[in-house]
């Protein structure tokens, strides 16, 4: 089975940072894309950026310039580095490849 585990979240004020990680299993292909979903209390779910094979990247209007999402293939993980942190931000973040999601990770933005 596949299986991707985010780590990272947690309270920050206004203004910091955070680097989530999602650690995934050696089957995934180092050339498939992967993506960062976000889901805020009473919203829909969103793509926050995603990353494809070719190290292309797309990201929500919302996180553009302040989000930066990498991977790297020999250690198996995914990573979402978030600046300049805003309330907004504030959400469960999931890493996902395919249709598999991880569990998520709690990210609160304090203001």
């Known amino acids: 089975q596949v299986q991707l585990v985010e780590s990272g979240g947690g309270l920050v004020q206004a203004g910091g940072s955070l680097r989530l990680s999602c650690a995934y299993s050696?089957?995934?292909?180092?050339?498939?894309?992967m993506a960062w979903h976000r889901q805020a209390p009473g919203k829909q779910r969103e793509l926050v950026a995603a990353i494809n094979g070719d190290k292309s990247t797309t990201y929500a209007d919302s996180v553009k310039g302040r989000f930066t999402i990498s991977r790297d293939s020999a250690k198996n993980t995914l990573y979402l580095q978030m600046n300049s942190l805003k309330p907004e931000d504030t959400a469960v973040y999931y890493c996902?490849?395919?249709?598999?999601w991880g569990q998520g990770t709690q990210v609160t933005v304090s203001s």
């Open positions: 050696p089957s995934i292909g180092r050339f498939d894309a």
């Open positions: 996902v490849w395919r249709r598999i």
